[in-house]
T-cell receptor, first 111, second 113 residues
Framework: DAKTTQPPSMDCAEGRAANLPCNHSTISGNEYVYWYRQIHSQGPQYIIHGLKNNETNEMASLIITEDRKSSTLILPHATLRDTAVYYC????????????FGAGTRLTVKP | KAGVTQTPRYLIKTRGQQVTLSCSPI?????VSWYQQTPGQGLQFLFEYFSETQRNKGNFPGRFSGRQFSNSRSEMNVSTLELGDSALYLCASSFGTGDYEQYFGPGTRLTVT
């Protein structure tokens, strides 16, 4: 799996967009970018994934650079409930289910 | 649609006992994966079941076992509990095997005393 690098922590004001970066400079052509988050004491929550095109769903948008060496998860209007640790994972899809999280980014949304 | 459910949510056991945890996946999902999460080790993969067959296994001792039923529900069992087995045990379901778009349950918090 390609290694990912995320900032350890970020703050965001409630109602503003939260932009969480992830570097994955060694990504290979068949690896997807997945984002999960974990709110304290809860199970991880799948957010979004993509290969090369930008993706959007009801939770977030995923912007992947043209060279695919980095990506940004965007929460368009952050709320206090978005305070969580966000994990960026790069994996070949549909090989194994053995998910592994790195340290992630602890996002704190402030009122 | 209903999410992944796990029972029980909390358990306290003593060393040497055994425990069985249950997971009901999202309707239509046929893959169930189990994970152990601790503050020190983070998220660790235990095993994955798909169509009642174990497809992948992590690096855990044989005291950790699981099974999947024809309705995709899954159980995991830990025998001869050790203090180090205290953890949050998470179940995740997905549509297909090896699918990284996984949906996690709330977990079972196991405390071994």
């Amino acid at each position: 799996d390609a290694k990912t690098t995320q900032p350890p922590s970020m703050d965001c004001a409630e109602g503003r967009a939260a932009n969480l970066p992830c570097n994955h400079s060694t990504i290979s052509g068949n690896e997807y970018v997945y984002w999960y988050r974990q709110i304290h004491s809860q199970g991880p929550q799948y957010i979004i994934h993509g290969l090369k095109n930008n993706e959007t769903n009801e939770m977030a948008s995923l912007i992947i650079t043209e060279d695919r060496k980095s990506s940004t998860l965007i929460l368009p209007h952050a709320t206090l409930r978005d305070t969580a640790v966000y994990y960026c994972i790069v994996r070949v899809a549909r090989i194994r289910n053995d998910m592994r999280f790195g340290a992630g980014t602890r996002l704190t949304v402030k009122p | 649609k209903a999410g992944v459910t796990q029972t029980p949510r909390y358990l306290i056991k003593t060393r040497g006992q055994q425990v069985t945890l249950s997971c009901s996946p999202i309707s239509g999902h046929r893959s169930v994966s189990w994970y152990q999460q601790t503050p020190g080790q983070g998220l660790q993969f235990l095993f994955e079941y798909f169509s009642e067959t174990q497809r992948n296994k992590g690096n855990f001792p044989g005291r950790f076992s699981g099974r999947q039923f024809s309705n995709s529900r899954s159980e995991m069992n830990v025998s001869t509990l050790e203090l180090g087995d205290s953890a949050l045990y998470l179940c995740a379901s997905s549509f297909g095997t090896g699918d990284y778009e996984q949906y996690f349950g709330p977990g079972t918090r196991l405390t071994v005393t």
